[in-house]
């Protein structure tokens, strides 16, 4: 006896992202799992009279997008009204943030904190006129005298806060910045306000932490847009101690009790994999290890839901702050650096190698950040050598951001079965900005998606919200045209790619690196029913109209959790 289908679609696109990459007509959904992909016939059988069935009109069917890199709390805190929107395009400039901040002080009692983020010098007028200026403490003391004031840039790699937001967490010119950090100073060596990677904690301390209900509020709020977004999945990419003192507090471990509550009532509207955070930046490997063995890790409940996967580890820090280890120098010197405990170049290789070599030989899968191509090819090296000390079939770790990953290291992590993480709407947002810091040679080449997939990489994408908004029709748009969000011009053509090999960075590869490629991130019969609606033929679409096409329909496990269908 065939049971009556719950959903049927019939006259799309149905991009399968099988294999093949086949484009059928028509697809079923029995039971929160894909019971028929075909055509029209293949799937009238399953039409009863509780099934709905969907019109496509030559609209778009694909997997769910999974977002393999997202802070889905931090996320949420960005969105209004619980985070001050200093970001593009609601300001344009230093004078605009100002406002803003003289706004909420003028509604915010006296002595209380404004929090606000998103700033990006490559979108403030004043910064983009002459790039040596950049935020102050004074362009925020004027507006508010009366409250402390905490603006987290758009990448979080950078606060900026006014002069009593550093006297409440007792910084001054003698404050030494921990290994990999920097508290910028002005000529006369006094903090300028901005603080950047760990020196960042210094304030994120002092701040009031989040109530359980404001945490919960960010969740809520972050899967309500991932929703409208066809976001099905996404890895929240580090919650645990270590997350304490980042994005204010978004990353500790409370966040994760957060995400279990909301399991058991019932109001997960997407699959989240976890990777802990033992220690934040500037830990040695000493610490990192004490930090893991002690970590409480609770038990998966259900773990197609939600599943702890792995380790984060921060290993360096990101271009525009010049933090990022790279082998050649910055325009204007430096090299960055590792930013890990040790005081030296060689004794911070050693800590980082201890860490990887700990958290691997405990079972787990480790994602580290790292965006310079010296970094990278340490990360790299230490992946494999924990590996050929300590073999682990299928271990799967990866490379977040490899924003200059190199052919050296493409070919260890092809070789050894290892990922590389990108981030397109990042490389949206900087491409104009990171010429200033490694020349236009050099930023141009940045996220080699073309040479890491010719390599033979496993290549995910993932937004990092709240550094981008979690747009993945803008990534694809940004894979297949390497145009820049700033002048739109063109930044490394020779890293193009393709539709087909896009769509699989944010569906079945991203499904790989949550071990899940066998039941999720394709449209095949078997597998779990997530999926996304886009409204028109995205098979045939200008590249430049993909930002604009509508999600109409977002599934997660058979359920409906977006609808904006026309009726």
Known sequence: MTTDADLVFLDGQVVTVDPDFAVASALAVTGGVISAVGSREDVAPLIGPGTRVVGLAGATLLPGINDSHL???????????????????????????????????????????????????????????????????????????????????????????????????????????????????????????LLQEGAQAFVERVLPPLSPETRTAAVRAALETLAGLGITSFTEPGLGPGGDRIMRGSMGSATLDVYRRLLADGELTARVGVLLLPTGMASTAEEFARALDTMEVPADTDPRLLRILGVKVFADGIVPNRTAWMHESYVGGGCGALCVGGGTDAERVAEMGAMLRHAHRAGYQLGVHVTGDRAIDT???????????????????????????????????????????????????????????????????????????????????????????????????????????????????????????????????AAWQDFAEDWKGSLEVGKVADLCVLGGNLLTADPHDIPRMPVLLTVVDGRVVHDAMPV
């Not at 029709?473 to 539709?499: D, F, N, W």
Request: charged letters at 20%; hydrophobic letters at 40%.
């Open 71 to 193: 802070h889905g709390c931090a996320f949420g805190l960005t969105r209004p009204p619980l985070s001050l929107d200093v970001g593009h395009p609601a300001v344009r400039s230093l004078a605009d943030v100002a406002a803003a901040v003289r706004e909420a002080a003028g509604r915010v009692p006296a002595g209380e904190w404004i929090v606000g983020g998103g700033w990006d010098p490559g979108f403030l007028d004043e910064c983009v006129a002459d790039p040596s200026r950049l935020p102050t403490r004074q362009d925020l003391d004027a507006v508010s005298p009366d409250h402390p004031v905490l603006l987290h840039s758009f990448s979080g790699h950078a606060t900026w806060v006014n002069s009593r937001a550093l006297r409440l967490a007792g910084v001054d010119r003698d404050t030494v910045a921990p290994p990999g950090s920097v508290i910028v100073t002005d000529g006369a060596g006094e903090p300028t306000g």
């Open 379 to 509: 990360v790299v090296d230490a992946f494999t050598a924990a590996t050929a000390e300590h073999p682990r079939p299928d271990a799967r770790h990866y490379v977040i951001h490899g924003d200059f990953l190199g052919p050296r290291s493409m070919k260890a992590l092809a070789e050894h079965g290892f990922g590389v993480n990108m981030n397109p709407t990042i490389k949206w947002t900087v491409a104009d900005m990171e010429e200033e810091f490694v020349g236009p040679e050099r930023a141009a080449y940045a996220w080699p998606y073309r040479d890491a997939i010719d390599a033979g990489v496993r290549v995910a994408s993932g937004s990092d919200a709240p550094v981008t908004f979690p747009d993945w029709r803008q990534g694809v748009a940004t894979m297949l045209l390497r145009e820049s969000k700033g002048s739109g011009r063109v930044s490394g053509p020779g890293q193009r790619i393709g539709l087909a090999e896009a769509i699989r960075t944010y569906t079945v590869d």
